[in-house]
C-alpha cells in the first residue's frame, strides 16, 4: 500500500519529535497516570494475517471526543516480514513511541502499559482523525525499518476492548520478560547499546545485559540483538564488554568505551550494579526509580503507577527530574522493574537486602523476585507513613539493613529526651514515646539509661 504523507492533514518527520503539548493546549488526553487501562503491544503475524495498510479504529475517533476528556487507549501493531522473529516484537514496539512523536500535534510518551499520549487542539481543528496517526505510523515504520513487509495498526478507546487488549498484553510482558531469566552477563561475549532515547537525553546511552534490561522494560538483550542483526544502522548495537575490570560493581572496559563515545564524553565510566560512584544514566522513559535513603542507608523503589508520596516525601514526578536527563545522579537510579528478577539487582549495594520501601501493588507483582526471607520485612505505604515509621518497622523486623546500623546516643538526643520528659510534665509511656521521638523502644531505653548513669534521671 502506497502512503502519501502530504496529503495529511498535518506535517510529519523528525523535525516534531521533540514537540510538547501542554495542558493548555491539549484537546484530548489518551492513556496516561489518571487512566486504569492502556497499552500498546507489536506482534509478528503470519503473511496471511496481516492486511498491509489497514487500519482499525474501536471506539471514539479523535473528532468524536470533547476538549478535555480522557480516555482508555490502546494500539496493536500487527506486522508480517520474512526477516521477522519474535524477538524483534519488543524492538519495534519501542519505536511506536519514536514515530508517533514524528506526528504534528500528538504526544506519545512512555511504553508498555505506562502510554500517555495527548492530542493538540490544532491539530484536532485540522482534522487529525486515527486513520491519519495509523497512516503515519505505517510509512514511517516501513521508510525506517525495510524488513517490515506488511503492517496493520488498531487503535481503541472502547473501555471494555482497552480492557481486554491490556490484559493481553500483560501477559504477553510477561512471557518475553521469562524469556532471558538464566541467561547470564558471564556467558555472552557482548552487550547491546541503545540510543533511542538520545533526542531527548543526548548523554544517554542505556546498556542492555542479559542480566540487565533497558530502563524502559521494553528491550531485553535478546530483543537488542535481533534488532542489531536486521537493522546494523539503527539504534541497537553490540557493545564489546572488554575486560572485567570490577564484577562486583559490574564494571567492563569496552562497556566505558561505548559510553564515552555515544555520550560525547559526558560520561566515561559505569557500574551496571550499583547505583552509587559511578551509576548508570538515567533517560526519562525508566519505569521505576530507585532512590537512596540516608536516614536508613537502604534502597526505595516507585513505579509510574503510584501517584503518591513515596517514604521520603517525594513524588515520581519530582524523583524523575532528578534522575533523568542522561546524567550521573547519585542516589537516584531509573531501572526496568524486570531487573528485580535478577541475580545481579544492584549485586554491589546489597541486592534485596538494601531494599527498605516498595509501593504494595509493586511489591505485590514482583512477590516472586523478592526472597521470601525479606518479604515481609520491606514496608509499603500501608505499613508507614515517614523515615520515623520506617527506621521503626525496619528495626521491629530485623530487616538486614539495621545490621549496617550502629546506635549512638548523642547529647543532641539526650537533650530531645529531657525536653520531651518536660513537655509531658515527667510522665511518658515507652511505646507513645518511641513514636513522638521516632526511636525504636530498645532506643529510647538505651538514651534513658544514659541519662541515669549521668544522674540527670532517678
Not at 487500519?55 to 482508555?72: H, L, Q, R, S, Y
Not at 534490561?213 to 542483526?229: E, K, N, P, T
Not at 528485580?340 to 501493588?361: C, E, Q, Y
Request: proline share 4%; with cysteine.
Amino acid at each position: 500500500m502506497k502512503i502519501d504523507i502530504k496529503k495529511l492533514p498535518v506535517e510529519v518527520g523528525v523535525v516534531h519529535e521533540g514537540e510538547r503539548i501542554r495542558r493548555p493546549d491539549t484537546f484530548v488526553e489518551l492513556g496516561g497516570p489518571k487512566i486504569e487501562f492502556k497499552a500498546e503491544l507489536t506482534q509478528a503475524k503470519g503473511e496471511k494475517e496481516v492486511e498491509d495498510g489497514k487500519i482499525t479504529v474501536i471506539g471514539k475517533d479523535i473528532p468524536d471526543f470533547n476538549e478535555g476528556d480522557k480516555a482508555p487507549f490502546g494500539i496493536l501493531v500487527e506486522i508480517y516480514g520474512k526477516e521477522i522473529e519474535k524477538d524483534l516484537e519488543g524492538v519495534v514496539e519501542r519505536r511506536v513511541h519514536d514515530f508517533l512523536n514524528y506526528i504534528q500535534g500528538f504526544m506519545h510518551l512512555n511504553q508498555r502499559y505506562d502510554i500517555w499520549c495527548r492530542v493538540s487542539k490544532d491539530a484536532k481543528e485540522k482534522g487529525l482523525t486515527f486513520d491519519d496517526v495509523g497512516k503515519a505510523l505505517i510509512w514511517l515504520f516501513k521508510e525506517e525499518l525495510p524488513f517490515i513487509e506488511k503492517m496493520q495498526v488498531t487503535f481503541m478507546t472502547d473501555e471494555k476492548k482497552v480492557k481486554e487488549h491490556y490484559e493481553n498484553a500483560m501477559e504477553i510482558y510477561k512471557q518475553r520478560d521469562a524469556r532471558i531469566r538464566g541467561m547470564k552477563d558471564e556467558e555472552v561475549e557482548e552487550f547491546y547499546g541503545c540510543s533511542l532515547c538520545q533526542s531527548f537525553a543526548p548523554n544517554h546511552l542505556c546498556v542492555i545485559s542479559p542480566q540487565r534490561i533497558s530502563l524502559c522494560g521494553s528491550i531485553s538483550w535478546l530483543d537488542a540483538r535481533a534488532a542489531a542483526r536486521v537493522d546494523p544502522d539503527g539504534p541497537n548495537f553490540a557493545v564489546s564488554k572488554g575486560e572485567l575490570l570490577d564484577e562486583e560493581n559490574g564494571e567492563y572496559s569496552g562497556v566505558n568505551e561505548a559510553v564515552k563515545e555515544y555520550t560525547n564524553g559526558a560520561n566515561e565510566r559505569i557500574y551496571m550494579y550499583s547505583m552509587f560512584k559511578y551509576p548508570h544514566t538515567s533517560c526519562g522513559c525508566f519505569e521505576a526509580i530507585a532512590f537512596y535513603i540516608p536516614e536508613v542507608d537502604g534502597i526505595g523503589i516507585v513505579d509510574r503507577n503510584f501517584s503518591g508520596e513515596t517514604v521520603n516525601g517525594l513524588k515520581f514526578s519530582t524523583m524523575a527530574t532528578q534522575s533523568g536527563g542522561g546524567e550521573q545522579t547519585e542516589g537516584f537510579l531509573g531501572m526496568g522493574i524486570e531487573w528485580m528478577h535478577s541475580p545481579k539487582f544492584f549485586n554491589a549495594d546489597g541486592g534485596w537486602d538494601r531494599i527498605v520501601w516498595l509501593p504494595s501493588h509493586l511489591k505485590d507483582r514482583m512477590k516472586d523476585a523478592i526472597p521470601k526471607g525479606i518479604y515481609d520485612k520491606i514496608p509499603s505505604e500501608n505499613d508507614i507513613a515517614n523515615l520515623n515509621e520506617l527506621k521503626r518497622f525496619l528495626t521491629e523486623k530485623e530487616h538486614p539493613v539495621a545490621e549496617r546500623w550502629g546506635f549512638e546516643v548523642t547529647e543532641e538526643l539526650k537533650n530531645k529526651l529531657i525536653n520531651y520528659i518536660q513537655e509531658k510534665n515527667g510522665e511518658i509511656y515507652p511505646d507513645q514515646a518511641s513514636k513522638d521521638l521516632g526511636l525504636t523502644e530498645k532506643e529510647l531505653m538505651k538514651v534513658i539509661e544514659e541519662l541515669q548513669r549521668d544522674g540527670i534521671l532517678g
